[in-house]
């Protein structure tokens, strides 16, 4: 049994999972956004002399431009380098938008777009451990809807939300391609499966802060 | 190159191998319905995002409808575009796309232009069987144009217009299925974006999603202000294209009765663009010879080429997009503005008026124009040098409003001083032809000899990129000519590069110049339309008697009388600008 169909199988919880998304990063950019004051700088590629202001830290605008680096700045790579942005900070803010466009030398409206019509794409910081439900069809027969009002009672937000403590997200998606264990979850990239509203506390118990 | 038979409604077409059934169709006269797709062929402008499904049609022997605009044709292929199945499936797709559609024609300033009320029209659409949710979209309004995004199908021609044929990047689609808008980055304000305000997306919009900003009413309430002198200029291009929107034949001049309709409009005097633009031809010649000159010396501080400066889509777009080569373009001002500051100086000293109650008003073929007419470095204590700005469809409607019967007008003259003009100011409107015009005064001030042949034809034309060497009597000048924010990109990269070989560039933002304008009649992409345009300008500069601009004898008195002599103290004062950088006016505001 390969490691996917064990962890859809085994649904007595294991070891919590310790990081999702690296904590600080999105916190961190968080506080940068806020602080209205800081502007950095950097230069657009290829705009010779263009300067463009924006509101984070050097150190993220460099690592932006090494992920895009990492895929030769090619306007092409586009998802690729949001997925692998969005993976390193754990949302896409303007700001980054910005960024990335600048250096695939694409518009920012034209990223936007893409980051708006993927839903996997956030531009919401979501929590560290990120709860997806699946709604798709067989889930949702079987009872998907009533683990998600679960879900959102637990812990007091909406589909779409972070909760207060910036722990848990809740979002939801369609079919993760394991119809047979439905109704199924996501916490990250682990898998649950023939998850029943009674289990849900159980679940979360898992996910502790350490 | 392969060539395939096919057999469209029983008649046979024979194309090359590639080409698309609504192609293969419109070769044989059979004009297939389409909402979506868009097309320019002689500027290579093409939006086929086969989302409307409007232009269905039905291949025999295959299980579905084909999109035409999107299907490529084969051998021996036999197509219906008309029956039974074809016309209901358009019905439906047409109900459905009107069931997300405000029903407010009778009050949108794009009825009787809107190619979803005419497709309705033509499939005789009675009722809407389809009820459900409705887009809500806030309405933003910036200086030159209104996004009502209520009213947008999604067919996604403005924002083909604004990223391919324009590379301006401001709108681009966003969200997803039933949200989905044509949107700036973050949603933000068209007034926040790096909009030039070219207008081009306005005038490829099949709807009233885009449109522009109406100032007919204010010119109406200073016309019935008897306090107020109101004067009028109208721009090269206008009078090329009015009369289409009278049903005039494109291509027919109109400037006598564009005269005479202004007159009964009850303007105060009737005044000409082309006066200002044969002073910009005075300032800007002078400036490429004095720029020549030094930089022929060695003079380092001086920067070539020049570009012009009279588009103001061109001017939003290197303040955005070029910052750094803020000192390449000319200072020289628009010809609106230039009038603007010589009315509101020169002239309204002659008549006596303040400057406050006198209200200057311009018809453009261009929306960016109401935009630069509000720019504070074009007011005088916060009072500008022109007012307002309509386009030509506003001074359309304007026309008819006042029920004047365009058609029976006689052909009337400007009045003077501000109405006199040459040949070469005319050519304005075309692409290539503020080059044009310089290449005649400039020429002749160079080398102090006559210019025989006024005509150059290497500067014509309808190519995105033209270039051409004039023979400045021994001195070689290269010229470089775009027309499309595109094509001034790759000009403008080849600067950035210092790899320009040109020593003078004209630059209009859109494709045909002012002549295809965001402000003019809706030309549906016929782009012959266009080129008639065209034709109509050259054909009224040929039939000029003075066509240099430095023979236009008002602006000699002009000099005498008030500037002294071009980049003289006066014409700095009133005649240049200078420009900013605003690319980081791009950037999202948090406040």
Known sequence: ?210 | MEMIKLTIDKKTVEVEKGTTILKAARKIGIDIPTLCHFEMCDMHIENKPGGCRICVVDVEGRKNLAPSCATEAQDGMVINTHNIRVLNARRTVLKLIISDHPFDCLVCSKSGNCELQNMATKFGIRDIPYQGEKSTYRKDTSPSIIRDIDKCIMCRRCEMMCNEVQTVGALSAVNRGFMSVVAPAFEMDLEKSPCTYCGQCVSVCPTGALTEVDHSNDVLRALSDKRKTVIVQTAPAVRAALGEEFGLEPGTSVTGKMAAALRRLGFDFVFDTDFAADLTIMEEGAELLDRLGKFLKGDENVKLPMLTSCCPGWVNFFEHNFPDLLDVPSTAKSPQQMFGAIAKTYFADKIGVDRKDLVVVSVMPCLAKKYECQRDEFKVNGNPDVDFSISTRELAHFIKQANIDFMELPDEDFDNPLGESTGASVIFGNTGGVIEAACRTAYELHTGKTLEKVDFHALRGMEGIRSATIDFDGLPLNIGIAHGLAHARTLLDEVRAGKSKYHAIEIMACPGGCIGGGGQPFHFGNSEILMKRAASIYNEDASKTIRKSHENPQIIKLYDEFLGKPLGHKSHELLHTHYFDKSDEVNIHHD
């Not at chain 1, 590629?45 to 830290?57: F, R």
């Not at chain 1, 009872?143 to 848990?168: H, M, P, R, Y």
């Not at chain 1, 439905?182 to 499966?193: C, F, S």
């Open chain 1, 1 to 210: 049994m390969d490691m996917i169909s064990k962890s859809l199988t085994d649904n007595t919880p294991t070891k919590p999972i310790e990081k999702i998304v690296s904590k600080p990063v999105a916190a961190e950019i968080i506080q940068e956004l806020e602080n209205k004051s800081a502007l950095y700088t950097y230069a657009a590629a290829d705009k010779g002399k263009v300067k463009v202001k924006i509101k984070l830290s050097e150190d993220k605008i460099a690592k932006i431009h090494e992920i895009c680096e990492a895929f030769n700045n090619e306007a092409g790579e586009l998802i690729n380098v949001l997925h692998q942005t969005q993976h390193t900070f754990g949302y896409l803010p303007a700001e980054v938008q910005e960024v990335i466009a600048h250096r695939l030398n694409v518009s920012t409206a034209h990223v936007y777009g893409v980051v708006t019509f993927y839903s996997y794409f956030t531009m919401t910081p979501k929590g560290r451990f990120p709860i997806s439900i699946c709604t798709g069809t067989a889930c949702y027969v079987r009872g998907a809807e009533k683990v998600l009002e679960e879900f959102k009672k637990q812990l007091g937000i909406n589909v779409g939300q972070t909760s207060a403590d910036g722990k848990f997200s809740l979002s939801c998606l369609r079919c993760v391609g394991a119809c047979g264990l439905a109704p199924v979850i996501l916490v990250g990239e682990k898998v649950y499966g023939r998850v029943s509203p009674e289990g849900v506390k159980a679940i979360l118990d898992n996910y502790t802060d350490k």
